[in-house]
């Protein structure tokens, strides 16, 4: 069983909808990580969550420590947010534990 | 700010030769850096990790070794590639509760 779980593993929206993709640890954390990956490969940390909710723009992000679970939403989506989704959890960075990613396709 | 170069950023080599890939941190000191790889349609692994010069921790047996010559230079290398060499090989660098990733090599081993 791998130590973080992510759902759902490809996910295709209209524009405009809002999106949620959720990920499942199984491993004691100080902090979980959403990066987003382009097509090209290169990667951006999107939010560094240890509790609660964070937002930046039209994406939101919470974690829920008791549940060892979290969820990634994406407000009024755009094509432009089409990538890969990745979960990484970990105590620290050299020990991270990665989801196998959410390809997410938003169409025009 | 800090940033991360890698490079090059494609790169297609024949089985059995060399590979070196460099790594540069600008805007930091003494960063924790850390090389992933990416197989295709995998998630990342973990191959190497470094908390300070010439010191250099491996994750996974391989053909690959690192380096790190200078306090924000890691170096990945390879006497002989493998076909299973070929990935997306990603640089990373962390300092406290900040870390980012490099914009990755692309490496195909024919």
């Known amino acids: 069983k791998n130590e973080v779980e992510q759902s759902p593993q490809n996910l295709t929206a209209q524009e405009g909808e809002f999106i949620t993709i959720n990920c499942s640890y199984s491993v004691g954390i100080s902090a979980l990580h959403w990066l987003q990956q382009h097509p090209g490969g290169g990667i951006v940390s999107l939010f560094m969550l240890s509790s609660g909710k964070k937002k930046h723009g039209r994406l939101i992000a919470t974690i829920n420590i008791q549940e060892k679970h979290s969820s990634l939403h994406i407000t009024a989506s755009h094509p432009r947010d089409s990538a890969v989704y990745i979960c990484a959890v970990g105590n620290n960075f050299n020990k991270f534990y990665f989801g196998s990613g959410t390809k997410l396709n938003v169409k025009p | 700010s800090q940033t991360i170069h890698q490079w090059p950023a494609t790169l297609v080599q024949p089985v059995g030769s060399p590979l070196s890939l460099e790594c540069t941190v600008e805007?930091?000191?003494?960063?924790?850096l850390y090389w992933y790889r990416q197989a295709a349609g995998r998630g990342l692994q973990l191959l190497f990790y470094s908390v300070g010069i010439g010191q250099i921790s491996s994750e996974v047996p391989q053909n690959l070794s690192a380096s790190r010559p200078q306090d924000r230079q890691f170096i990945l290398s390879s006497k002989k590639l493998l076909l299973s060499d070929s990935g997306f090989y990603l640089c990373?660098?962390?300092?406290?509760?900040?870390?980012?990733f490099g914009p990755g090599t692309r490496l195909l081993v024919l």
């Open positions: 990373a660098w962390s300092v406290l509760d900040r870390r980012n």
């Open positions: 805007g930091t000191s003494n960063p924790n």
